[in-house]
């Protein structure tokens, strides 16, 4: 046996990965260029250049969940490090990212489109340069109940800062001089303003800007930038959005701050959509054909059958879904773009329109029949929506991963070894180990939580299973092998959709149930009399582990059957994260259903056995 010596394998390590580093930057540099040619096709004149870049994977922390929320932020000072930042930050992911940023935005060039930057700011910095820096300490933006550390944007206000924003900016554009659009979020995700009223913590910052007016911050943040791109000889625009407040929430601009801001901002600069000096709206033309309600599920490009207005001429970009997705929703784009669908009915007649392109004249109902049955899901899911529900809870929660089983406190590392360390849960292992608590914000709980969810599941399902049927139809009829495969991989997609759903109505209420029976607190008799009957919450949990069981089970028979994915699941072990499910879904699934039928006994030990 040769034995390689540690240093010379430590070197074949780094050279395999970075083979393998390089390959998937080609291949990145191939997809980008498709989508280029189809956004080009589709007459746009911009294209986001920030989706899917590389995950910063040295700000994950395997103590934290948080950073699984800013990881994949395109944030200035992360990918363009100014100087002073630079120690700070990994310098092998920011050559990384500045080459695959380069190489995109050479095929912009050659396809006449300008790019888009989208990410968060001001984006969140390592403690590290705090500690070395602390006068350039902004504000406090984590949200404390998802984090177990505290992290800080920087004080835009310091005028060092400042100026390593344009610097910042100056090597974006010197990389990428076709960055013509910055599309930020703030407050949310790892980024924000000192003082703002709505940073999760509460609003807070560096002492000197408590008493500077926030309208007058912001409108510097944005103008140092303006006259940096400037300065290097590009014109930009900006548009920085708050995170869109739920009813509980604080904005993060208060209408008055808002018309101070807007009066203030010159031309091209806007906030929340406004654009300064007059308040006119700030055409981004971005146009989404997923919005992620159906989430793992890939391929499932399903239409709105809302009315699209005339878009703009000036600004046009297309956001074609993912990888499974992007050839249909293409071609929809491609066969709606010139229709008059500024109202209700000119919207379906030109969903028809394509249609019949798709299947035929005789088929086209059919079609659009499956379209509106899986619309109207996604409008019952929105009552679901704090956050995605079906990626709040089968991605960052893991629920299609997890047992359910009457003692979760009990479980094993090996029965837990396939979901634990994705759970995006920052708190105790009681909170873990509850079903509905999630992020902590335990929308799903309690019994009436539990109904609610209920009736949304239980008039979607009939739907989804009747889109199911017409896909099958569709492939029954197709002419071709090439459809027919098609619309038989999206009725499976359509089948995988409907055990998500069924799985997450059964973690609901299982939770429900168990958190009812727990706190009434009874003992189970421990010699129960001749004739006693079954409990019905004794009933209810175990048939509810069954289904799940059985729904998991039909989950990995349906998964086996194709060749093509179903879900979205990472290609290596090593990129799966919080945000993502693994390659081994499959298997984790397997023990999730091992695991759950190893513990029928448990529920002898919740409730009185019955001994009809």
Known sequence: MIVMPVAAANKSVATNGSAATAKRDADDLADFDRRARMSRDLGATEMVVTDGLPIARWEEDPDDPYPAWFAHHATLFKMFPPEAVRPFMDAAYAARV??????????LAKYDLKAIWSANEPGVLPEAFFVAHPDYRGPRIDQVTRSRKAYFAPNVSNPDVLAMYREATTALLSACPQVE????????AGSGFDWAPGLYPGANGASENRDRPLADRVVRFMTNIQQAAAEAGHRIRININ?????????PTFGPDVLENIQRQLPAGLAVNGREGPDGRPFETGVTRVDDGAFSPVVGLV??????VAKASDAHRAFLLGDRESEDFAFRLLLSTRDQPMATALGRLAALRRFAVSEVGEARADTLVDAWSALNDVRKYLDVLDFGPMLRMGHVLNRWIE????PYPAELTDAEKAGYRRFLFQARTEEA????????AMRMYEGWGAHLLFQRAVEISLPRVRRAQQDYE???AAATNPEAANYWQLTAKRVQALSYLLQSADDMVGYQAQLDRVTAMAAKPEGNPVLGAQNDWARADMINTARREIDTAVALDKLMSSSSAPLLDLADDPADETIMKLGPDFQAVLRQKVRTMNAHWRDYDRLFTMPNP
């Open 242 to 250: 708050q995170i869109p407040p739920r009813p509980w929430m604080i």
């Open 432 to 439: 873990a180990s509850d079903l509905a608590d999630i992020q």
């Open 181 to 188: 659009t910055f599309l930020w979020v703030t407050t949310d």
């Open 402 to 405: 997890r047992p359910m089983v």
């Open 473 to 475: 139809s569709l492939a």
């Open 302 to 307: 399903v239409p709105s059958f809302d009315p």
């Open 98 to 107: 500045q080459r695959v940023v380069a190489g995109r935005c050479r095929i």
